[in-house]
């Protein structure tokens, strides 16, 4: 079965330090993966996908199939940044899997 | 553009009762899918309706069933309701159900079951 973790429930770092979010995820074939977010009192919206292979806001995201990790990576975090993040799998429109999120909060 | 939007916004009711959930999806969009969010998870999929007809459901009984309208709106219908369906239920819609598109999500309906 499709699942994805997100081993931190909440993350913490200065402005200006590199965050990592980490995610993993098993799948038997080739998966579409995504992050998602979600601003204080904001809709939960997407923020990359990993075909797109863009930057969003400074963060990429780089899907690694030998770890079966797509990590998220920006390198100096903001305090705007300040959000929950989930990271999602798509099984071509049969099942859209979640993980629990991670909580990332940008210290001034 | 009208975004999703989904009603009613809160809604309680008691172990038992049968509640019916709306969403209006974004002009233009032919898919819509249902999660359930319970305090502190992320969403988890219900199901997908791709042009009136299910696409694809996530690990949840029967009593949890949907209706896409020739408009490519949505009502989702949980009947027999248990303490544990308390939770935020998110609906999104697509421009299609393949996974490259983007899903635009909607504010959520809370439901509390007493």
């Known amino acids: 079965a499709q699942r994805v973790t997100q081993p931190e429930k909440l993350l913490s770092v200065f402005k200006g330090a590199p965050v990592e979010l980490k995610c993993n995820y098993s799948?038997?074939?080739?998966?579409?993966l995504f992050w998602y977010v979600q601003y204080s009192r904001q809709r939960l919206q997407l923020l990359l996908r990993?075909?797109s292979r863009e930057s969003i806001k400074g963060f990429t995201a780089d899907l690694n199939k030998g770890e079966t990790s797509f990590h998220l990576k920006k390198p100096f975090a903001q305090e705007e940044d300040s959000a929950m993040y989930y990271c999602?799998?798509?099984?071509?429109?049969?099942?859209?899997?979640f993980g629990p999120g991670t909580r990332l909060s940008v210290l001034p | 553009e009208t975004g999703v939007t989904q009603s009613p916004t809160h809604l309680i009711k008691t172990r038992g009762q049968q509640v019916t959930l709306r969403c209006s999806s974004q002009?233009?969009?032919?898919?819509v899918s249902w999660y359930q969010q319970a305090l502190g998870q992320g969403p988890q999929f219900i199901f997908q309706?791709?042009?009136?007809?299910?696409?694809g459901r996530g690990n949840f009984p029967p009593r949890f069933s949907g209706l896409q309208f020739p408009n490519y709106s949505s009502e989702l219908n949980v009947n027999a309701l248990e303490l544990d369906d308390s939770a935020l239920y998110l609906c999104?819609?697509?421009?299609?159900?393949?996974?490259?598109?983007?899903?635009?999500f909607g504010p959520g309906t809370r439901l509390l079951v007493l």
């Open positions: 999602a799998l798509d099984n071509y429109g049969q099942n859209f899997v």
């Open positions: 990993h075909i």
């Open positions: 999104a819609s697509s421009l299609d159900r393949e996974g490259r598109e983007t899903q635009y």
């Open positions: 799948y038997s074939g080739s998966p579409e």
């Open positions: 002009s233009g969009h032919n898919t």
């Open positions: 309706y791709y042009r009136e007809e299910e696409n």
